[in-house]
């Protein structure tokens, strides 16, 4: 009985083995013929993955006639590969040597990988010149070879680096890195067939593999093309003012921004140290950063406007208000001067702007309260994002206006303590400039999909801060400024509104270094109905001690272009 019954389970253990088997088999059937051309599609793709091939959306600048400029797109490169168990390990030195020679990689490095014995591509060397791969070609070695790879090619070079970003990696897949090749990932990118077939593995294959499930097919979305607000030429321009004024300054950081104040659209963004998207692996990390919206500075009297703008809106002051200058306040102890240390006697409001007063606007801080002055601030758009179309901004900081300390508004009034970024300055004067609105910058003008459809970006009014009126007269006082104290940035034939800022740079103790300071100009033309809106800054700039003096021709340089450019009509009588 019990030698029948283990017969028996015998027979039952080894039924279950052929019915497994019978599956198994019809599994592979399946596999090996049915389902041949998916699989093989699947191991096409993982070849493509290898070579880099890549499907991703062209970005352009623009121009005033609406022109395009292509700056951004896929190019088709060389690169160098080895299969280290196609080499022996004798041949290893020799044939390092002559492909390092070829390529200029170290022989040591490709010792190395030949070492591992990987029955895989190993790639030694990307974007090889036509002469490389020919040497390499050349080398006719079975181990040894070139293929070719899609890769992002930026045309222009170093031009709106900071704007465009570059096409990095992330972990193992591509993807956009800083600036619209970031923030546009998606719609540069789109889905892609390449991006839905995952790697099969073993755990992946043997579910797969019982489970008898199909896999589903997934539609593709073509990458859209992406045309940026930024113009060519007024880009091309004001980086090479920029070049020019860092090296006459003795300075390795400064930006410029050109923004048109009626829409917030982004003319032109430049910023130092920059970087060559064709070869960002060279680049330090500090030049991928755009400081425009990715680093903050206390702005020191360039903020004195928007002081005078609260003063205004609240009707506490109007530009003929007249207030008489001590030369020096002391408050909780601290004695606080103006600029020059001296006193100026009796002074309209307009005047405190002309002659950069800081007891003046602490004057206009007193009438308004420090909460109504807190609040003024956040409205025109400080202490947060502007939500502009770059990754990575910053919001600022105000912090201090919340420490219920008397003194830290007083300076805040003439923009120490508080810290902004060149972009949130250049909106709020762009406030100014626009009778009050503000507007939320942007970088992209639109999108276009590969059906001819386009998505527009569409100009938005975030908030309107002050009145119209109050916009007109802090217009006017701005050109007063100019007319009055700045002599370098004057253009015959036009109102031109200005104002400087040289702010100290704070320390890591709490205080300020000595001798040290930023420079910034902000001003917009005409004065009145202005077509663009421009920021200057300049870190640490050496041989001038004012921005007044550093940086008001190179402002009155970028206006004279851009009047010449957009055909600005004369405001004054030449």
């Given at each position: 009985?019990?030698?029948?019954?283990?017969?028996?389970?015998?027979?039952?253990?080894?039924?279950?083995?052929?019915?497994?088997?019978?599956?198994?088999?019809?599994?592979?059937?399946?596999?090996?013929?049915?389902?041949?051309?998916?699989?093989?599609?699947?191991?096409?793709?993982?070849?493509?993955?290898?070579?880099?091939?890549?499907?991703?959306?062209?970005?352009?600048?623009?121009?005033?006639?609406?022109?395009?400029?292509?700056?951004?797109?896929?190019?088709?490169?060389?690169?160098?590969?080895?299969?280290?168990?196609?080499?022996?390990?004798?041949?290893?030195?020799?044939?390092?040597?002559?492909?390092?020679?070829?390529?200029?990689?170290?022989?040591?490095?490709?010792?190395?990988?030949?070492?591992?014995?990987?029955?895989?591509?190993?790639?030694?060397?990307?974007?090889?010149?036509?002469?490389?791969?020919?040497?390499?070609?050349?080398?006719?070695?079975?181990?040894?070879?070139?293929?070719?790879?899609?890769?992002?090619?930026?045309?222009?070079?170093?031009?709106?680096?900071?704007?465009?970003?570059?096409?990095g990696y992330d972990e193992n897949s591509r993807r956009g890195q800083y600036g619209v090749e970031s923030s546009y990932e998606p719609q540069l990118s789109g889905v892609r067939s390449a991006d839905i077939v995952e790697r099969i593995g073993v755990w992946d294959l043997f579910a797969h593999f019982?489970?008898?499930?199909?896999?589903?097919?997934?539609?593709t979305v073509e990458p859209g093309d992406i045309v940026l607000t930024i113009d060519k030429n007024v880009q091309t321009f004001i980086e090479e003012i920029l070049d020019t004024t860092l090296r006459g300054l003795q300075s390795s950081n400064g930006s410029i921004i050109v923004q048109d104040p009626?829409?917030?659209?982004?003319?032109?963004?430049?910023?130092?140290?920059?970087?060559?998207?064709?070869?960002?692996?060279?680049?330090?990390?500090?030049?991928?950063?755009?400081?425009?919206?990715?680093?903050?500075?206390?702005?020191?009297?360039?903020?004195?406007?928007?002081?005078?703008?609260?003063?205004?809106?609240?009707?506490?002051?109007?530009?003929?208000?007249?207030?008489?200058?001590?030369?020096?306040?002391?408050?909780?102890?601290?004695?606080?001067?103006?600029?020059?240390?001296?006193?100026?006697?009796?002074?309209?409001?307009?005047?405190?702007?002309?002659?950069?007063?800081?007891?003046?606007?602490?004057?206009?801080?007193?009438?308004?309260?420090?909460?109504?002055?807190?609040?003024?601030?956040?409205?025109?758009?400080?202490?947060?994002?502007?939500?502009?179309?770059?990754?990575?901004?910053?919001?600022?900081?105000?912090?201090?206006?919340?420490?219920?300390?008397?003194?830290?508004?007083?300076?805040?009034?003439?923009?120490?303590?508080?810290?902004?970024?060149?972009?949130?300055?250049?909106?709020?004067?762009?406030?100014?400039?626009?009778?009050?609105?503000?507007?939320?910058?942007?970088?992209?003008?639109?999108?276009?999909?590969?059906?001819?459809?386009?998505?527009?970006?569409?100009?938005?009014?975030?908030?309107?801060?002050?009145?119209?009126?109050?916009?007109?007269?802090?217009?006017?006082?701005?050109?007063?400024?100019?007319?009055?104290?700045?002599?370098?940035?004057?253009?015959?034939?036009?109102?031109?509104?200005?104002?400087?800022?040289?702010?100290?740079?704070?320390?890591?103790?709490?205080?300020?270094?000595?001798?040290?300071?930023?420079?910034?100009?902000?001003?917009?033309?005409?004065?009145?109905?202005?077509?663009?809106?421009?920021?200057?800054?300049?870190?640490?700039?050496?041989?001038?001690?004012?921005?007044?003096?550093?940086?008001?021709?190179?402002?009155?340089?970028?206006?004279?272009?851009?009047?010449?450019?957009?055909?600005?009509?004369?405001?004054?009588?030449?």
């Open positions: 009985m019990v030698k029948r019954a283990a017969t028996l389970r015998v027979h039952i253990f080894i039924g279950i083995v052929l019915i497994a088997f019978g599956f198994i088999g019809q599994r592979l059937f399946t596999l090996a013929y049915r389902e041949h051309d998916r699989y093989a599609k699947t191991a096409a793709v993982q070849t493509e993955r290898a070579a880099s091939i890549l499907a991703r959306g062209s970005i352009y600048l623009t121009d005033k006639n609406g022109n395009t400029h292509l700056a951004a797109t896929n190019k088709k490169f060389p690169l160098a590969y080895i299969v280290p168990t196609r080499i022996s390990i004798e041949e290893s030195p020799d044939i390092a040597q002559k492909l390092g020679s070829v390529i200029g990689v170290a022989p040591g490095e490709i010792v190395q990988a030949i070492a591992t014995r990987r029955d895989a591509v190993r790639v030694i060397g990307l974007r090889l010149t036509p002469e490389q791969a020919i040497g390499v070609e050349r080398m006719d070695h079975r181990g040894v070879n070139v293929m070719y790879e899609t890769d992002r090619f930026y045309p222009t070079d170093t031009l709106a680096a900071d704007v465009l970003g570059f096409l019982w489970s008898g499930t199909e896999q589903k097919d997934v539609a009626t829409t917030g659209k982004i003319i032109a963004m430049a910023d130092r140290p920059s970087f060559n998207p064709n070869t960002y692996r060279d680049a330090s990390t500090e030049a991928f950063l755009n400081s425009n919206v990715q680093a903050i500075f206390e702005p020191g009297s360039s903020f004195k406007p928007i002081t005078m703008a609260a003063g205004l809106d609240s009707k506490k002051i109007t530009p003929t208000t007249t207030y008489y200058d001590p030369g020096v306040v002391e408050v909780s102890g601290f004695p606080i001067k103006n600029y020059d240390g001296q006193a100026h006697g009796t002074n309209t409001m307009t005047q405190v702007l002309e002659k950069s007063l800081n007891t003046g606007v602490m004057f206009v801080e007193n009438l308004i309260g420090d909460e109504k002055f807190r609040d003024y601030i956040i409205n025109m758009g400080f202490g947060q994002r502007t939500n502009i179309d770059l990754p990575g901004e910053i919001n600022g900081d105000i912090t201090n206006l919340y420490s219920g300390r008397k003194i830290n508004h007083l300076t805040a009034s003439f923009g120490q303590g508080i810290a902004v970024t060149p972009l949130q300055l250049i909106t709020a004067y762009s406030a100014i400039a626009n009778g009050g609105k503000l507007m939320r910058p942007f970088i992209v003008e639109n999108v276009l999909q590969k059906n001819g459809d386009q998505i527009m970006t569409q100009p938005e009014v975030v908030g309107i801060p002050m009145s119209e009126k109050t916009a007109y007269q802090l217009q006017s006082m701005l050109i007063s400024v100019v007319d009055k104290g700045f002599d370098k940035a004057r253009i015959k034939g036009y109102d031109v509104a200005g104002k400087t800022g040289t702010a100290q740079i704070p320390d890591s103790k709490g205080g300020y270094l000595e001798d040290e300071f930023i420079h910034n100009f902000l001003g917009f033309v005409p004065g009145h109905g202005a077509r663009f809106v421009v920021m200057i800054k300049v870190d640490r700039p050496k041989g001038v001690t004012f921005a007044a003096d550093s940086l008001s021709p190179v402002f009155r340089e970028i206006s004279q272009f851009l009047i010449q450019y957009y055909n600005v009509p004369p405001t004054r009588k030449l």
